[in-house]
């Protein structure tokens, strides 16, 4: 009986031993898993930006060939 005992005490110190380290795991996984998300927010973040950038530098393309055009048109004129 204390045998049966003994063997019952291993094997709950075993399984608490098993969940402290699946806790742990858990842990280290939901941490792992804030830091991608908040690098992927700052990916995102940038991203939103030089999309902005690169409309802005089309609407100075855009500006810059229109006074291309202009000039070129008064130096037809004259």
Do not use: F, P, W, Y
Request: some cysteine; hydrophobic content about 30%; aromatic content about 0%.
């Amino acid at each position: 009986m204390q045998t049966d005992l003994d063997g019952a005490v291993n094997e709950l110190k075993n399984t608490e031993e098993h969940a402290k380290a699946a806790s742990t795991d858990g842990s280290r996984l939901i941490e792992k898993l804030h830091q991608e998300q908040e690098g992927t927010l700052q990916v995102e973040r940038l991203h939103k930006g030089l999309e902005q950038q690169i409309k802005e530098l089309r609407i100075c393309l855009e500006e810059i060939h229109e006074l291309e055009t202009e000039n070129e048109l008064e130096q037809d004129r004259h």
